[in-house]
């Protein structure tokens, strides 16, 4: 590779940050400023900034392992892939296709997950494929597409918030989570409009709010009700907008005149007047927009509580109005494409549904195969995850370290170990990769090239910017030598743009439709907003400019109206009792990322954020006799953790807070709920009752 600047994007969260990329001299990396990127203008946080760290870490695979006499041992990659195949062919044999499983990532490319989703349904057969995006954002995409028939993260860039009258923010700490981003919401303030921060913490995001508002873990489903209802009751419902552009008003409406404020208030923990600072401040200006993340989204009721606020949107007029609307802040890097072409357990590329003939058949002739032959829907990420080593026998994993990351993770990684086989492509030996029969050594971001497509739905251009280290092979290569040993020796290209074309043909017509999309024209705009048909015709197609905003004109429904959710506030799946009488809600630290499995590798970021803590209240903290730094136990229905106390008022004192990027003693995922969404099947990672236990240093 040249020794000059290649702009590229970084690995980590779906905000996709614009860098450039040189080599030096020496064999490391430079990261520099990439400032014609809109997103983040140049600006990065030390994630992306350190993020060339892992490409050299010292623990960085360059050689398959096999399991050799109980401990992994370096292979070459023909015994390595031999080992797979015969592995998957042996489960498959034995027990039906549906015993062999596939598990991926959010931050697999386009062209992989694409490709992933593929290799399950046209070389294994099976219909056990999932990834852990449904950990991430399933419970948006299911109430986007309920109420607008279409899940886009944001239906708009992100340069409209600062433009917007009034954002509220449910459930993010953008402050650690995307730093580059709050730069928006500071525009916001700074040309009057304001912000509303709703979680359990006085983050660093809810430090720089107007109105911070902090309920109980699992009860933003009854703030959005109980601010419809003040909505209703003091005449603030656009009318005519609802009569128009809605349905399903009247269901919505009852449920919400149901709610009455004060109900809402002994629920929530939020008060009356509050609520109703909230509600003036987001009805008042001409437009405003409500943006949720994970707090609201991973609960067992995830999908109707972003229901319920998508409720709210509508009632006041604004989704589908300029600078308004609704949108979700999907995490992970590929987040949003890794959930549009194919390694959901329901979903076909061009986010189509399995079940749909019509899809199977689009997508079955793409694919040169019999729809018939095509599985139906799988089990989704937990699911799966619990049938490992009953019904499913033998599992690939690409992108993911479920061991750290899964909810009752104890119980994961034994399900994990009763494999008959597991296979894993990481680039590092992380937590779940350990466990494998078989590592493949991977090529990692900036040593390959492919698409993201980040949280505005905006499609990107990795670049390459370095040689691969020797040793080690790109997932594409996997696929396509497991293919070829599994009998399918075509279909399975390594090129990534020639993946990129097969998908744009899979994709057309879709709902994420990218068949106007080329790898020129994301070289040179800067990426492209989704959809962006084709229209038949290949001058046409690079004239198409993609669609920044969606809804103006109908939302993505049959009917073209958007549809409001008859939603009801229930409890979460576990209320705090006598014997776990107070509540933990997990999240992320600025310094860290998902289950660490890169980020602990950079001593830089190790420094700042160097393990688990328990985040309590002084009053918490007073009752348990434990000072600052004490080692405290948090013991669920689950498991135990534990990990030293961090005292702060900025939580309520009936929670507790663990970051969940750390495996061992630590692991805040031990003691999460599996409960599942009925609907996004996405599990209660943030609400669950534990007890405190002080424990002797
Ligand atoms: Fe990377 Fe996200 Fe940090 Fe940007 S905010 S540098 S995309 S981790």
Not at 55 to 62: A, G
Not at 324 to 351: F, I, V, W
Not at 438 to 454: D, K
Not at 674 to 697: G, I, Y
Request: hydrophobic share 35%; charged share 25%; with cysteine.
């Amino acid at each position: 590779m040249p020794n000059t600047a290649t702009p590229t994007h970084c690995p980590y969260c779906a905000l996709q940050c614009g860098m450039n990329l040189t080599p030096a001299p020496d064999g490391t990396v430079e990261v520099s400023e990439r400032a014609d990127f809109p997103v983040n203008r140049g600006a990065l946080c030390g994630k992306g900034r350190t993020a060339p760290a892992v490409l050299s870490t010292s623990v960085r695979l360059t050689s398959p392992l096999v399991r050799s006499g109980g401990t992994l041992v370096p292979a070459s990659w023909e015994e390595a892939l031999d080992r797979i195949a015969e592995g998957l062919t042996r489960t498959r044999t034995e027990h039906g296709p549906d015993a062999c499983g596939v598990f991926g990532g959010g931050g697999l490319t386009n062209e992989k997950a694409y490709t992933l989703g593929k290799f399950a349904r046209v070389v294994l057969g099976t219909s056990q494929i999932d990834y852990n995006g449904r950990f991430c954002m399933s419970s948006a995409a299911a109430a986007g597409i309920k109420a607008f028939g279409l899940d886009r993260g944001l239906p708009f860039p992100l340069e409209d918030i600062p433009k917007s009258g009034c954002v509220i923010l449910v459930g993010s700490n953008l402050a650690e989570t995307m730093p580059p981003s709050l730069r928006f919401f500071n525009e916001l303030r700074e040309n009057g409009g304001t912000l509303i921060v709703i979680d359990p913490r006085r983050t660093k995001t809810a430090e720089q709010a107007d109105l911070h508002l902090a309920p109980r873990p699992g009860t933003d489903l009854a703030l959005a009700l109980g601010m419809l209802h003040l909505v209703v009751a003091e005449g603030r419902t656009d009318e005519e907008y609802i009569r128009e552009r809605t349905t399903g008003w009247e269901e919505a409406r009852a449920e919400a005149l149901a709610h009455w404020p004060e109900y809402v208030e002994r629920i929530t923990g939020v008060s009356v007047p509050e609520l109703r600072e909230a509600v003036r401040m987001f009805c008042e200006p001409e437009s405003a927009m409500v943006l949720t993340a994970r707090g609201p989204e991973q609960q067992s009721k995830g999908t109707d509580t972003v229901g319920a606020w998508i409720n709210l949107c509508l009632a006041t007029g604004r989704a589908g109005r300029p600078l308004s609307g609704y949108g979700c802040l999907t995490g992970q890097g590929n987040g949003q494409g890794g959930r549009e072409h194919g390694q959901k357990a329901d979903q076909l590329p061009g986010y189509r549904k399995l079940d749909d003939p019509e899809a199977r058949r689009h997508v079955a002739e793409v694919w040169g195969v019999d729809p018939d032959s095509l599985p139906g829907p799988g089990r989704s990420a937990y699911e799966l995850l619990d049938a490992l080593g009953t019904d499913i026998r033998a599992l690939l994993l690409m992108a993911s370290n479920p061991v750290v990351s899964a909810p009752r993770a104890a119980h994961v990684e034994e399900r994990i170990k009763s494999l008959d086989f597991l296979a894993v492509c990481d680039v590092v030996l992380s937590e779940t990769a350990a466990l494998a029969d078989v590592v493949l050594p991977v090529t990692q971001w900036a040593e390959e090239t492919g698409t993201t497509t980040n949280l505005e739905g905006r499609v990107l251009l990795r670049k390459q910017a370095i040689t691969p280290p020797s040793g080690v092979r790109s997932d594409l290569e996997v696929m396509h030598e497991l293919a070829d040993r599994l009998g399918v020796e075509k279909g399975f290209p390594t090129d990534a743009e020639e993946v990129f074309e097969e998908l744009r043909r899979a994709s057309a017509g879709g709902v994420a439709d990218y068949s106007g999309i080329t790898y020129r024209r994301l070289a040179e705009e800067n990426g492209v907003f989704w959809p962006c048909p084709a229209d038949g015709d290949a001058e046409e197609a690079v004239e198409h400019p993609g669609t920044p905003r969606l809804f103006h004109d109908r939302f993505a429904t049959p009917d073209g109206r958007a549809r409001f959710a008859p939603v009801a506030h229930r409890a979460t799946a576990e209320e705090p009792d006598d014997e776990y009488p107070v509540l933990l809600t997990t999240g992320r630290v600025v310094s860290q990322y998902q289950s660490g499995a890169q980020t602990r590798r950079v001593d830089e970021l190790n420094a700042a954020a160097p393990g688990p803590f328990v985040e309590l209240h002084p009053r918490l903290a007073a009752r348990l006799g434990a000072a600052e730094g004490d080692p405290i136990a948090v013991v669920s229905r689950r498991g135990r953790a534990v990990a030293p106390a961090r005292i702060t008022n900025s939580i309520r004192p009936d929670t507790v807070f663990m970051p969940f990027h750390w495996p061992g003693e630590g692991r805040a995922n031990t003691l999460t709920n599996p409960a599942l969404d009925p609907t996004s099947r996405m599990p209660e990672f943030k609400s669950c009752a534990v007890r405190l236990e002080a424990v002797a240093s």
